[in-house]
């Protein structure tokens, strides 16, 4: 009690006041500080550039990289989770025409009551019609990515984000849904004298040549939509300046469309993804099946003389009717029991056959001179497809012959890398890190460089100011 003199009760009553709000403070800092902490772990995990948007050198060497080292590591769930998009790191900045619903969702039975242009991806999202037409539902997909690729809680990379100035923009998107509208609009009803397919295709060149954007850059930068082999049939050749998202370029003259200016997407495979593959080369009965149209146009004669050098040796499986006659459920059965599944040159150099067989670890025998195929300049597809000229594969014994050589351990080999590749031809939404949609938008990213340059080029003797 002495030491009540010399220091006075109010003391002791400040000293402990003080510590109470020291000790307060102390808690809230450190509850700030740890879960700041926690945010911080996120934050990091979530926007570190390189997990993002992968440097596209890198990607590529991932890419080609014979086993292990896919950067498709769908097997890793860790921090999948977490994975944020951050639009100001976007690899590409995308404009794209709010278009009437007419050219776009409602074409899916969507209706949009006049009252807005998308649907709110929120409370529904328009279901893509009937199986065959799922084939070149390209459109339907990249269009949902860019609708929702502002969302807040928008998951995984996001390679691609929508802007809303054109000015900031390195390419425009143009949403019209052609391969749908070509497979659903093109009959010409009896009073009329043009379909309702060609209508919008000049409604839309109407459209583009009269927007700000496209005078910018006279059309140069623009992102056009015609997986389907016979859509844009009729505006095509307006429109040949643009990029191009295409099947292949079968029906098209090299001056409309080639590969240095335009992509090839992946068809929407219809058949089964082979989930859990474990079998291994002797698990798989059949040695080779094809299963498609015989009688085709043009180069597609081939596959009549291929079914009659095939048609007698034991372990192949040849027939003829499409998945639409024989249901999706027995192809992926033979696909999926099968070592090799051909693909051959139909009344276009492509076909969802080749995506079906990637879906089934079968290992593709491409016998199709002109075809091309996605994301060609970063994967190499002789590590896990079989390619063989035209003119070799009719030779008697030929095609045979090379599949029989064929080693246990070249297949196995092959089978594992197809594994590793399916995940960049899968469409879905929301997309996922290094899916089709996603693997475009990068394809699509490393074309920018090479539109900028003609784009340039053309302003030098614009006059002063007009292109601006
Ligand atoms: C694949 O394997 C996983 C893990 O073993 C399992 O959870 C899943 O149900 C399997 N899927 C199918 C389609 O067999
Ligand atoms: C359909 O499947 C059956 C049963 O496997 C088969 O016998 C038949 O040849 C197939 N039809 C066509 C058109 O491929």
Redesign the pocket.
């Known amino acids: 009690m002495g030491n009540r003199n010399m220091q006075p009760w109010w003391h002791v009553y400040w000293k402990s006041l003080f510590c109470c709000v020291l000790i307060a403070i102390l808690l809230v800092l450190s509850y700030l500080v740890l879960s700041d902490d926690t945010s911080e772990l996120v934050f990091d995990n979530v926007l570190t550039e390189e997990k993002i948007f992968p440097v596209i050198e890198n990607q590529s060497a991932s890419l080609r990289g014979h086993g292990g080292e896919s950067s498709l590591d769908q097997n890793a769930p860790a921090n999948k989770e977490l994975e944020r998009c951050n639009p100001s790191k976007a690899l590409l900045k995308v404009f794209m025409y709010d278009l009437p619903p007419e050219f776009h969702f409602v074409l899916l039975g969507w209706n949009s009551d006049g009252k807005s242009v998308w649907p709110n991806l929120r409370t529904k999202i328009p279901s893509y019609p009937g199986a065959l037409n799922l084939q070149h539902s390209v459109d339907y997909w990249l269009t949902l990515d860019l609708l929702s690729s502002r969302f807040p809680d928008r998951s995984g990379p996001c390679n691609a984000v929508r802007v809303e100035d054109s000015r900031e923009a390195d390419v425009v998107f143009v949403p019209f849904f052609s391969s749908l509208s070509s497979n659903r609009l093109s009959k010409i009803k009896p009073h009329e004298t043009q379909s309702a397919n060609e209508l919008l295709q000049q409604k839309l060149v109407k459209f583009l040549v009269a927007q700000e954007e496209w005078k910018r850059s006279d059309g140069r930068d623009h992102i056009i939509l015609a997986h389907h082999p016979n859509s844009m049939l009729d505006a095509r050749m307006h429109l040949s300046q643009c990029m191009l998202i295409l099947s292949d370029f079968g029906r098209y003259s090299p001056l409309v469309a080639n590969v240095d200016k335009d992509i090839i997407a992946p068809y929407k495979h219809l058949i089964k993804t082979f989930v859990n593959d474990s079998s291994s080369f002797n698990d798989r009965p059949t040695l080779l099946y094809f ?1 498609g149209g015989i009688d085709r146009k043009g180069g597609g004669k081939i596959r009549r003389e291929l079914y009659d050098l095939l048609k007698d040796e034991k372990d192949v499986h040849f ?4 998945l639409r ?3 999706t459920n ?1 192809a992926s059965q ?1 696909m999926h029991s099968s070592k090799f599944c051909l693909n051959i040159v139909g009344d276009t150099p492509s076909s969802n056959r080749l995506f079906d067989a990637i879906a089934s670890h079968c290992v593709p025998v491409i016998i199709s001179d002109d075809i091309e195929l996605p994301y060609e300049d970063v994967l190499d597809y002789s590590e896990f497809c079989i390619f063989v000229r035209s003119s070799d594969a009719i030779k008697k014994g030929f095609l045979m012959e090379l599949i029989r050589s064929v080693r246990r351990e070249d297949w196995t080999q092959m089978w594992k890398r197809l594994k590793e590749v399916e995940g960049y031809y899968e469409y879905q939404y929301p997309s996922k890190k290094d899916d089709a949609v996603q693997m475009i938008w990068q394809a699509v990213a490393r074309k920018v460089p090479a539109i900028q340059l003609k784009v340039h080029r053309s302003r030098r003797f614009s006059e002063f100011g007009e292109h601006r």
């Open positions: 299963q027939s003829f009717g499409s006659e024989n249901g027995e033979g």
